[in-house]
């Protein structure tokens, strides 16, 4: 007998939409069929409804400690709470970050986040790890990483020299050929550090220290020419290379152009970028806005929708990295807020009022929530499809509900939402994970640390 | 009760290879589940075997006139011969042309032409039809073919002015613009005509009469300039416009370059110019590998397959028009001689025989000949797919089976092959088309008249 | 002792501005110093004034039948008037063309052509040749007139068959071949002919007649697509190919598309196209403001500017071919409308406003007036500088000098002016050509007769 | 009466070659003519010679002090020794560097290095400063030594760390926002440290000590980073950058690349990137050899040569910077042997050879060797060309000379010859330097101190 049938509802995927009903056992998909006449212990009648496979955030930050000058700072979400916003927003897997410390082994880091990550995630989970060196033990730990641990996707930063996260070109080199070696995805933060500090040492200078000229100081060039870099370093290494958090025209021109020499350059972008520009560092309260890289103007959102409609930005992540209030407000000089917003819970209905917008199609929408990041990260077709054997993460989003991106319907563990004005039309209505629904008439009704880590393995082709 | 059951195999589509089991109805596609305990008629274990969806060749001319000043010959396949072949190559959907006479309207013709192969079709077919004009009662009545004859595609020759089917840049400025107007897809054979004129005037003058000299005729620059036309005439109007039967590296540049300025400009290209080169042409029998355009060398060859590889060329059709040994070799001067080789039953085998050498995978195939098309010509997801509801239009392939393409192992109304020393790894053992196995072990096992024109609707928007 | 020197002017040349004394002596320069001691005959102080080699008009049609089904028109300027009018706008070479008639042998229609000009002309002209034919003896006609009549270039026309005069593009692809090898020139012309044939049924047959009309039946892209294919025979022959007359963005685009693959396209504009537009065609004598190309909107006047100044576009040429008033007026129907404008006297003032108002440097209009038109149709370094041995060809500019355009400051053979009430900063003051003065204070003051035909040759290679 | 006059020569520029004779008076050019017959000082016969406008090399290293972990070395040519070679070789100008020294101001370190070059310079000479900081400061100073002091040209390193040259990216995109705004222009060292540094301690760490290292530690991918960062860094100021000494077709392509977006990215390539390639790095002597950036290969030799030939590379400066062989050998560590090579004599000869060679044309020859340096440096129309009023700077060039260039043949105070085995066909016979004789049948017949600083000047705006 079934576990669970899902009738009546259109069907969603990259390649087309569907009218067939969808049967669940033991977490799986087992059965699509044009009727299911089998027992079922419940049945949902989605008619009216779109399902599509389950949300793939493949960059959130739980939990994660922020140094800045006035102390560090620990991102208000833990696994517990950030994975049920997420599963409230009708993500079904989530990829977090493993950062070492100075010193510590890659593996021994990897091992205390998936511990703790595993106790409280409500929905599944992977683990990207950041690369603070390029040393030969660190390449080496790579590979363990991958073959022993599941890990198939590694972080640089270009930026970030004080936090000791900086690599430097001839590092990015050496790490960059270990991927190609292994078939490892690199994640890439692209902003140059140097013309940052410049900036920013000449802003400061002057007593430009309140939060607005947070953006000042990363003006879009200061991500494209990184970008550029990368676009450079991918070519010349072979290896694939995903530049997370795109936030302007000008960046997404460097990922295109370097596309002309064959490149593997991949764009990720953000929630935030498609919703807010740089008007709001205008704002009293422009600190709960301050994020690097900063908001742009109106033409980088329009371009950044568009790139979407276009298939150039292959994925949308959250870069979940809430603060509270109190967090955001402590400090006066903007190089001393930390630097993040909420979002895991608000990618898809952001992109699903795109859809309603006309901006892009919910084939587009499905291809950079599930299938591209399932490809990308390695989950595919466990996740990111809906088909028997797969996993059973799916949503259910009702195209007509209206809602408002309000805090109090939002699910993060703060005080306010950088939304707050954001009315969408499309959201989800039920979340599906692994079989068992953990969201529901706008309540998350999951379970804690039910979300396994995934391993991850490398294909021996791509398609 | 289940009429058909395919327990065991491993499914490959576009996006990604999968382990399900296949229900199948009434013609359609029913279930596809982990596993399918319901009982069936017939139940076909594919063990070590792969399942991908029937093939559509959208380029097929059963039984049709081909006049050349020795005469007017007729393509030896007619739609019972034609589709059986096609049927034993993994063919489930064909999709042939209208050629309506000088004065004709294009509805009559279609309506003949729709008689004519419903009365002898094993598979399932469509129909292109073929423009000979631009005027106002040709443009009204794509229309007219579009809503109520559904028909979606139209085919245009820049070449072929003394058998009254070239256009010329004026018209297909007409046409294009209205095919943009409808939704409707353009197919285009491209050949610049005064060139084809000019080279062979020349050759003749010189007494270059044998069929050796067509192919000097018609260099990869007759084709090159007509496709950069097109793709002119494509960003100009704004229309989608197929290449059909593309031949040459030179060509396929010309079809990148407009890409870049965004038009949609799509290439078809056929099994015989990935298979054979111009060598041939110096053979005795060289007639019988005599087409339009002409073979290329090796480096174009490798050019194409690299082409699919990469996405750039998006179906592979036949280009089918056979002629009998008596036909090909009765005129001596390559002028009078009929254009066009055998194909339908040889794309998939060639294709597969292309996975096996680790040119492409077997996921660009299946997108190549099933999804592509199927988008392409707007039978979505009615075919072109595997997935409940869909029409039951699959093939099963043994990816170890060794072929030779000889005459005797293949299947059209036709005394030789032009594969005949062409060995393959990868074949295909059965065909099953809307539910009934038409093609097994070797033999056709189909029913005369049981192909159904399918009517075809062009999408309010695609994907 | 010399005849003439020139004193206390500011030279301009394409590498820049120079101080220094001319002494001509015989027709040429013989002296160029920082002072000139020598006696002279005749000494012109050029103090505030600016030298610049005498502009080279590569495109007049003098003296040329031009027929339309209302008959065949005489352009209104002969052979006397036209260059008269050249020399009193700073012109001390033209080229005009040779139009074989159907039939006649080339050599034959040349000698004919440069007799009558020989008799006529008060400046020195060279001649192009048109090609109307592709033929075995066209192709060895045109080494002969290289080689013994003096011609180095040859025109061509995509457009215009009814005249008979388009050769079609196996026809061009011959005769660009014979030009590479003979290391000639192609001016083209650059229309699609069935394009203009299709749109001009269309509005004849809606009964829009009007000369304002003649713009609809070519828009931008008749020009582009004739460009682009011209780019393409450019690069698969290797010849070098001047597009004439170019009049648009999208055209000038697609020249520069060509030369991404290296090809040599080369392009002229005319002084219409830099300073009148499409509005003109609403006036109710829009007939004079007839010719093919029609002229185009604001954007594309400012993008051929722009192409100047960016030194994409190689030279400006009149395409001089007036029409009087009668002539314009006497027909209705806007295909009856004798085609062509004058401007053989107005290049110069309209680049010299062109400096005035900031949008290219004097540099700049000396390299595409006389430093690149004498290198292209082989006249240099007789023609096209200021240099010791060179004839003595220059113009003397006030840079101060205003005037407007009316036609009783004009010297064309013309009852109006189609610049009636354009302004221009900057005008010739004298013309100096082969050492005579044959323009001064507003006056002609040359002789009928004293032009010599220029035989030119093709140098061995070219820097 | 005049000083001199030379006749019978061919008198090539860039523009195209011409027979005049050529009358100097007080060290400036003061008359071209056909012939003159006016009395002279000297009067020299250039019968079946060529003449040239005096070679500008914009690249030398004279008496630079260079530190390695060895110690400091001088370059062994100092002012007087290199200038002479300099004139040797063609060169009538040469422009050099001032270093800062840390602290030091601009200002100063100019005027010292403008004093100890005044007394011993042969030729006139222009000062390079470096700029090893971008303060408020700097940016000052870069204004005052352009206003005041004629520099009109700064240098920058991306490379160089532990030499204190060194700019970072922010530091870059505030000097060449400062160049822009003085219309200044940048030359850069492009090669990226930190790829650099990591390969040299891989090296290193493997004992890979000797000579031939230093060119594995920098492949062309280090030059083609940093190129392509200055081209970005070009396009965003607006400012104008001459990558100095490029050395690789892979650094090329990425100033070809950087104008695609209309940046003012030049090229300079040195006399050893066109000779040698790193086969030298397997000799004995190979230290000899060693130079940033090192010899790459046979292709890339090829492909600077083409760029020459299109006009893609707008100079070759020598970027003399000779040691001793005692200086070279001294050190067993490729990191401790400092770095340059001898070539401001080698320049007219080596590209005279190219042109013998066919090449690259004459004509081209003079427009990298002094038609180009001027216009880039401001020192045009006083020297770069042969014009009434420039500077009587010449070289009387023998095409059928033959030369090997052996240590014994040339003037640097050097004790052999990296191009020891190097035959040349075409060679300087005198060389005249404001109106003097300063080289003549393979002898030196200047003056010390002879040579002028050269106040430099940005023109309001350029051709």
């Known amino acids: 007998m079934l576990d669970l049938v899902i009738k009546n509802g259109e069907v969603v995927l990259p390649e ?6 969808i049967g669940i056992e033991d977490g799986l998909i087992t059965k699509l069929a044009s009727e299911i006449d089998e027992q079922a212990d419940r049945t949902i009648d989605a008619s009216g409804k779109i399902i599509i496979p389950g949300v793939i955030d493949g960059h959130t930050h739980f939990e994660m400690p922020y140094s800045t000058p006035a ?15 997420a599963a409230c927003g009708g993500c079904t897997t989530i990829l977090d970050f ?30 990207h790890v950041i690369l603070n060196s390029a040393s030969e033990s660190t390449q080496q730990q790579m590979e363990t990483l991958q073959n022993d641990y599941g890990v198939t996707s590694f972080k640089i930063f270009t930026a970030y020299k004080k936090r000791g996260m900086m690599l430097n070109d001839g590092e990015l080199y050496g790490v960059l050929s270990k991927a190609k070696a292994l078939g490892a995805l690199i994640l890439a933060h692209c902003e140059n550090e140097d013309m940052i500090n410049s900036n ?19 003006p879009d060039f200061v991500e494209a020419e990184a970008v550029q870099r990368m676009g450079f370093l991918s070519e010349l290494t072979g290896a694939s290379v995903l530049v997370v958090h795109l936030s302007s025209d000008r960046g997404l021109q460097m990922v295109l152009d370097s596309r002309l020499s064959g ?26 806005f301050l994020m690097s890289p900063p908001l742009k103007g109106k033409a980088d959102l329009e371009r950044l929708w568009k790139g979407i409609a276009l298939g150039e930005i292959s994925t949308v992540g959250s870069d979940h990295a809430c ?13 001393e807020i930390p630097g993040g917003v909420q979002g895991t819970e608000n990618i898809l209905p952001i992109l699903l009022n795109g859809v309603t917008q006309g901006r892009i199609t919910l084939e587009q929408l499905v291809k950079v929530t599930s299938f591209n990041p399932a490809k990308l990260y390695n989950l595919y077709p466990r996740k990111g499809t809906i088909s028997p054997n797969s996993d059973a993460d799916l949503v259910i989003v009702d195209p007509k509900k209206k809602m408002k991106l309000e805090h109090k319907y939002l699910h ?17 209505i039920a979340t599906i994970a692994r079989g068992m629904l953990v969201f529901q008439d706008g309540q998350f009704v999951g379970k ?13 082709f791509s398609s």
Not at 108 to 114: P, S, V
Not at 412 to 428: A, C, F, K, Q, R
Not at 454 to 459: M, W
């Open 16 to 21: 087309g939409t569907f009218n067939f009903e």
């Open 71 to 85: 102390g560090t700072f620990l991102t208000s979400d833990d696994f517990l709470s950030g994975t049920t916003a």
């Open 98 to 127: 493993v950062t070492p410390e100075p010193g510590q082994s890659l593996v021994e880091a990897f091992n205390m986040r998936k511990g703790v990550a595993s106790r409280k995630a409500v929905i599944d989970f992977g683990l």
């Open 200 to 218: 920013t040492s000449k802003l400061l200078s002057e007593q430009k220290n309140d939060p607005q000229y947070h953006a000042l100081s990363r």
């Open 263 to 288: 490149e593997r350059l991949y764009a990720e972008t953000c929630p935030h970028y498609l919703t807010l520009t740089n008007e709001v560092y205008q704002r009293k309260d422009a600190a709960i």
């Open 323 to 335: 603060f509270t209030l109190e967090q955001k407000m402590k400090a006066k000089v903007f190089t």
């Open 412 to 428: 993060s563990n703060l005080d306010y939402s950088i939304y707050e004005d954001v009315n969408v039309e499309g959201y989800p």
């Open 448 to 460: 804690e640390g039910r979300g396994n880590y995934i391993f991850r393995r490398v294909p021996r």
